[in-house]
């Protein structure tokens, strides 16, 4: 057990002395308990208010018995009745010296107040003091406190002292994991005061040791990762590794297996924050998710007895299910999921079946094709009468997802028929969807025509405005609909049907109310007594669309013009101001001399301008917002691959559209290849949407050339020329470095011996490649996190050169010794270490000097020693030039002091031949350099390395 | 996030009730009591999971101060255990089964720490009952799930008290709740 300071008393369920019981209290909730009904119970409230608010106002208490009244007050609060006074007593008592005065002082200040509370700003500084003092549980309540109430004010001026005691090494693990949430808190209500620099600290502590550190601050950074995923890439590593040490290795705690699974809890956050970044180009972490993911889906292939154990192990299952479904790559997992997937939606436990469908619902979103899920489609309708709504629900959102042109008709057919059954709570939802996918499959006019209608006479007040009114702009906007819809509409509203068809119907059959008057039954007199019987039992809305459209009928059917101006006549006087209003303007209208003005009114509407879809834009209000960005939405693959759904226009949800053809290949969700390539990219961009654009610039890349450390130089410059040795060393760490080139492959390994008294903790390696176009470097393996002292880690990192590339790569190096300490070494991976030095005839070098030409792919360069303390020899220069691995050529130049070379550069693309020639001079200490290759872009990158290294003459850095 | 953890009984009264998101005290107890409406009429057979009406969602955003990242609750995790309802609130971004597991863990501790917890003992040591909650939910998000430093932690502040003489266990009808494994009757 960790020692703790401070604390009131000892535990103990017998204590007599320590923590004194408060009679007055205990008596006080056994009144309550003993009051048999609710108006006793407020009696007995009351009289004990009007008690404390007098105890109060004579002031003079002490801190024994200001606890116990905020105490009775806290009861009364959690009663559910409301508090509104005695706040200041409550908040006094967190500056007392008794811990269990100051722990009742706090649950008041988290349960009485509230982040924009004008009592906050004066318990800051109280809250600051215990923040900083040396009493952990102190500090503890005072982390919950800021996690409770805190927002911007509090943010700004505690934020330091919470960073503080999160990565002091001085802090207790408790503390500390309290302190990473409390941040994520702050970050939360103010992002500014998570500051850039310290990213690469609090990615560290994923690899605490202590496993609830480890899952607090991996929630921390989940939060931070989807607003600078740039910054935080780094934690993808370390959740990559660390799951695979939980999960492979066992590497966990005694205590923090649940029910014999190793600590669900962070299993499922590191799967979670592993969806936030696109599937990872690197094949050893690839590997490394591979491995646990597969791990996870075969420990689960036993079903437990035990309902505990079987949930943990069912929440692990399901969120490695959601990752794999979010990478996307790994085809053997995918086949196993689908199988899996669908024995889940079939499973007795109603749980399981939830879940199931839940994740179908997201392999719909992101699956390439929707084949593994179609095929139970069965199932899946028959869940829609499950005992369950939770489940129906769930039913629902997949069916949903899952349409496509060769479901969707009968899927909306099984919806429209469990609609009439549907629980109340879902049919508005239920309408919404069914409508956008009558919208969005409709191939023929009858069908959409008729669906539409139907469903509305079905659903009748859960019919949200937006879906009539997208009914009408539709027939609106396509021309091949109109006869059929009025037709329709006509048969609807002669019968007994609900009102927001005779909305419908009023509309459209004063829009196109002429097309159909030559139809049997549809005449002018007929659809004029067909709406004009609706009049009466309609609200006044309704009505007035029936007046707006019996006006656009004086227009087209002067025959009826009687019977209309009767109709206007009897609303003259409705005792409604607008019916009243509309019928007389309508009637100025209808007997004006001429009707010049009424055809310039009643024209013909134009179509409706495109816009959003109102129903998708409707069902997306119905998302809820949340700061853990999703990473999938429901709805399809088309709706996640522009996840805000705002470019229908675009898409065959517009308003214009063909009935006749059927939807071409753009429209089926199961589409063309180049949808899934684009997905991924389009989903970052989705979570990108928010990222504040200052911020990115402004984060800096550790790992870049940059950033340097001191001394650098002095090991890469000894390793330019070498295969092996020291690229650092100091007082704590040396970094060996072996290497091997063979043709475009280099292979690197790293030796990290850790040279201090202390072990390392986080030690981690991050690669920048600047030249990522032509050179690929693949990481074998990570080196381990923990190095004891005198300890050795290893680390291998291939790199292949695909083409001439210019820029060697650099690597960052960091460790928790205390602070966390960090090193930027640039790596001694330069294009000559793919070059293989060749031998070659005086005649074939001369003719390929002279086939290769000068300019361009010719340079050369002129220059002396840096300085006059340095000295050359002929040793020297030979060596250099072999060790930027040319072939010497002796013989061939006149001048025996000149040096002809000759070499053969390997790369993926092909391979190049470079030719030397140097021409020292001893005495002037000056050096003349020319290269020619068969590449033009090969030249200038060989003679500006060796132009460095010859410059340095002799002494020094040899 | 958790936006909420609620317990309360059989007859819908409140034990504990803590709102990561704020609310006013009259929003509070609507929710509440629409949740135990929700939550009490489903059969023992339905799972443990229940969207949020969304009026109940919307209702509930109204309140919360707008800021740009705003947590709307959406799902409904609850247990029932014996006399006492297990209700955790949260959004559509936490695993289910997580927090389902995060209220055994919450009444496991609950029972280290009271020997075989029953209501009474929630009722007179609310404050334990808080604390105990804070050693494994900070700012609505899980801090901890071991069940010995949760148990240690709350023990540490020595805020555990003794359970009034007079109001002995399984008077007024209050059974324990249950407790070692095999036995838990929370589904």
Known sequence: MESRSGGGGIFSRNNSGNVPTMRGLVSFIAD????????????????????????????????????????????????????????????????????????????????????????????????????????????????????????????????????????????????????????????????????????????????????????????????????????????????????????????????????????????????????????????????????????????????????????????????????????????????QISTRLGKFIASRETNVRYLGLEAMTHLAARSETLDPIKKHQAIIIGSLRDRDISVRRQGLDLLYSMCDPSNAQPIVQELLRYLQSADYAIREEMVLKIAILTEKYATDVQWYVDISLRLIAMAGDHVSDEVWQRVIQIVTNNEELQVYAAQNILQYVKSDCHETLVKIGGYLLGEFGHLIADSKGCSPIEQYLALNAKMRGCPSSTRAIILSCFVKFVNLFPEIKPQLLQTFNAYSHSLDSELQQRACEYLALATMPTDDLLRTVCDEMPPFPERTSALLSRLHQKHATTSDKRTWVIGGKDANADPKEFNLVNQPTGLKRSFTAPISGNATPSGNGTNGVNNLSNDLAGLDMSIDTNKVLKAPNLASAAHLSPDWEIGYNRLLL???????????????????????????????????????????????????EHLKTDIKGLPDTLIQPEGQTQQTIMFEAKNVFADPPTIRVSYLAGALQALTLQLPVYLHKYMDAAELSGEDFFKRWKQIGGEPREAQRIFGLVNKNRTMNSEFVRRVVQGFRWGILDGLDPNAKNIVGATVLHTADGKFGCLLRLEPNYDTRMFRITIRATDEAVPPILIKAMEDRLSQGMEGVY | MINAVLVFNNAGQPRLTKFYTQLETSVQQRLISEIFTLVANRPSSACNFLPLPPLLANSSKSSTPTTPHNDTPSLVTYRHYATLYFIIISTSTESPLALLDLIQVYVQALDGLFENVCELDLIFNFETLHATLGELIVGGVVVETQLDKVIEGVKAQGAVAKRPVNESKGGMGFAGFGRGDGVWAGR
Request: hydrophobic letters at 40%; a positive charge; aromatic letters at 8%.
């Open chain 1, 32 to 335: 309550l308990r003993n009051a048999r009904a609710r108006e006793l119970e407020e009696k007995r409230i009351n009289k004990e208010l009007a008690n404390i608010r007098q105890k109060f106002r004579d002031g003079g208490l002490n801190g024994y018995h200001r606890k116990k009244y905020v105490c009775k007050l806290l009861y009364i609060y959690i009663l559910g009745w409301n508090v509104d006074f005695g706040h200041l007593e409550a908040v006094n008592l967190i500056s007392a010296t008794k811990y269990s005065e100051k722990q009742i002082g706090y649950l008041a200040v988290t349960l009485f107040l509230h982040e924009e509370h004008e009592l906050l700003h004066l318990v800051v500084n109280s809250i600051r003091k215990d923040l900083m003092g040396h009493n952990e549980l102190n500090n503890c309540l005072a982390l919950h406190a800021i996690a409770n109430v805190g927002g911007r004010e509090m943010g700004e001026a505690l934020s330091g002292d919470v960073h503080r005691l999160l990565i002091s090494p001085a802090s207790k693990a408790f503390v500390k994991k309290k302190a990473a949430l409390t941040l994520l808190r702050l970050y939360r209500k103010y992002p500014n005061i998570v500051q850039n620099e310290w990213a690469e600290r609090i990615i560290s502590l994923m690899d605490d040791p202590d496993m609830g550190v480890a899952l607090s601050v991996t929630s921390l950074v989940m939060a931070l990762v989807q607003d600078n995923q740039e910054q935080y890439k780094g934690s993808y590593v370390k959740a990559a590794d660390r799951l695979k040490r939980i999960v492979i290795d066992n590497e966990c705690a005694e205590g923090y297996y649940y029910y014999k699974v190793p600590c669900p809890w962070i299993q499922v956050k590191l799967l979670k924050l592993l969806q936030y970044y696109p599937p990872p180009e690197d094949s050893h972490i690839r590997k490394l998710i591979r491995d646990s993911l597969q791990k996870i889906m075969d420990s689960a292939l036993e079903m437990p007895k035990n309902v505990q154990q079987n949930n943990a192990q069912n929440a692990v299952l399901f969120e490695a299910i959601n990752l794999v479904i979010h990478l996307d790559t790994e085809q053997d997992l995918m086949v």
């Open chain 1, 722 to 772: 070498r295969t092996e040795g020291v690229l650092y060393e100091d007082a704590q760490v040396q970094i060996g470095l072996r290497t091997e080139y063979r043709a475009q492959l280099g292979c690197l390994i790293f030796y990290f011996t850790n040279k201090s008294p202390f072990p390392m903790g986080s030690f981690t390696t991050t690669l920048d490649n600047r030249s990522s």
